[in-house]
């Protein structure tokens, strides 16, 4: 038998402080390379322009370090491989809002904040994303959940707008830069961006502007399914409509489905060292990738029905994705979202929002680690923390491990409670602290009560998912 010829696929993953890629060996079903590149985060907490003079923190990225780490990354894992082989490439990306302006350039969102050489290679770029957990539109947030609180649309997003969707953002540029707002040639979320600068396509994915941008999508409805103009004049963003909606999206793709196909254009194949005419999928939200993966793998026996099976992806937050053959509303959940992760399948998503940074935080910030720990890297500290844990406790003769922190509790919204209580304004707590601060030990008692916390609001989201009619048949 003749040898076939190999066909690889090249997966990008953008997150909230990497950018990764993996090239995909379609014979072996594994990756046959994998690299990965930082990307920075720029923070500044400013005033802004309104009567009481509020300090809000303004967090932000820019998309040519991010394009530039992409286009690294892909030429990086497909050394060695003829690229003719290489069949297909996909993006995913934190839920982002990016800003092009006039001749596809970048705008500077804030210009408190202007890059000075962020990436390895020391590129200069404006800030022209506003990230996911930028919490900056909590008025305008408030404000939309006010005007739309009749409006059908906030069913299918947990009962209110999130301050880390999109549409509340772009209500802020328009508040407070409005020159921004009305020069931007598009806005477009991270996911969507990344595609079109491979494809120079301008569609966007069902999956992100059904999360994140208001779409409406519901085929017992036909006559509401798309943009709905009601709902962007009530909030003062009637400009969105303009020309059909240019600005934010007028093709509206499906993840997986069968539009006509967009493929790798010369000038990104020139950047990305891809073949050109190579098929670009339809983008995906980094969270929404993850849980079609997961709800969809096993071993082919004894899987569980991916409608009762529960995705959990962990990163900088933790998102809970369930997907369903019928809407199923749940207050305080975003969803359901139609076809936004499995094509013509409803999803409903939780979340604990920063969950992931909650715990580096807590763990960075104790002189045990700054003076002993810090060199062994995060995931060889948190090695030696579980470890540590289940020694001591031992060695006190506990029952079990878990008991080392009775007298310690950490409440973990350090970054708002995303579910299922929907409210930005929750901070973190610590109750039991003594004047012990520094020794291994409390560290090891601060970690575990903060693993204890986060396991506990899971169990709280996981119970609410439950009592409002979602079946949940397995974890993965």
């Not at 300090?55 to 060695?80: K, M, P």
């Not at 059908?152 to 540029?173: A, N």
Request: proline share 4%.
């Amino acid at each position: 038998m003749e040898n076939q010829e190999p066909i690889f696929f090249v997966g990008v993953d953008v997150g909230t402080a990497s950018v990764r890629a993996g090239l995909y060996s379609l014979a072996s079903k594994s990756f046959r390379k994998t690299a990965i590149l930082p990307i920075t985060v720029h923070k500044a907490t400013v005033n802004v322009r309104n009567a009481d003079r509020t300090r809000t923190e303004l967090i932000s990225q820019s998309s040519t370090e991010i394009w530039d780490a992409v286009c690294r990354t892909v030429r990086d894992v497909s050394v060695g491989v003829d690229v003719r082989q290489i069949r297909g490439i996909g993006f995913d990306a934190t839920c982002s809002l990016v800003v092009v302006g006039p001749g596809d350039a970048p705008m500077n969102v804030d210009g408190l904040l202007k890059s000075d050489g962020t990436g390895e290679e020391g590129i200069g770029s404006c800030l022209d994303i506003i990230m996911w957990m930028d919490h900056r539109a909590k008025k305008e947030t408030e404000y939309i959940n006010q005007k739309l609180a009749d409006h059908p649309c906030l069913k299918f997003v947990g009962g209110q707008v999130s301050l880390e969707m999109e549409i509340p953002k772009l209500l802020w540029l328009k508040t407070h830069c409005p020159d921004i707002f009305h020069g931007a040639s598009r806005f477009m979320d991270l996911c969507d961006f990344l595609s079109w600068k491979a494809s120079g396509d301008t569609s966007r994915s069902m999956c992100s502007v059904v999360c994140k941008w208001l779409y409406q999508a519901d085929p017992r409805q036909p006559t509401t399914h798309g943009w709905d103009r009601t709902i962007f004049s009530a909030i003062g963003l009637e400009e969105l409509c303009q020309e059909n909606f240019a600005k934010i999206g007028t093709d509206i793709r499906v993840p997986g489905g069968k539009d006509q196909l967009v493929t790798v254009s010369e000038k990104g194949s020139s950047e990305l060292g891809l073949t050109f005419g190579t098929p670009v999928g339809t983008s995906l939200i980094d969270a929404h990738a993850g849980g079609l993966a997961l709800a969809f793998c096993g071993d082919g026996k004894n899987v569980t029905d991916w409608s009762t099976r529960l995705a959990l992806i962990c990163g900088t937050s933790t998102c809970y994705m369930q997907c369903n053959r019928e809407p199923v509303f749940v207050p305080g959940v975003w969803g359901p979202y139609y076809s936004a992760m499995v094509p013509q399948a409803w999803l409903n998503e939780a979340g604990q929002s920063a969950a992931g940074q909650f715990l580096d935080h807590i763990v960075k910030t104790h002189p045990f680690y700054l003076s002993n720990l810090k060199a062994l890297g995060m995931s060889a500290c948190y090695n030696h923390l579980n470890q540590r844990a289940v020694e001591i406790s031992q060695a006190s003769q506990m029952e079990d491990t878990g008991f080392l922190s009775n007298q310690l509790h950490v409440f973990p919204d350090y970054h708002g409670n995303r579910s299922p209580l929907s409210n930005p304004d929750f901070t973190g707590m610590i109750v039991g602290l003594t004047l012990d601060g520094e020794s291994e030990l409390s560290l090891v008692k601060l970690y575990l009560a903060a693993m204890q916390g986060l396991a506990y609001e899971s169990r709280w989201i996981i119970e609410s998912l439950q009592n409002n009619n979602i079946r949940i048949g397995g974890f993965c």
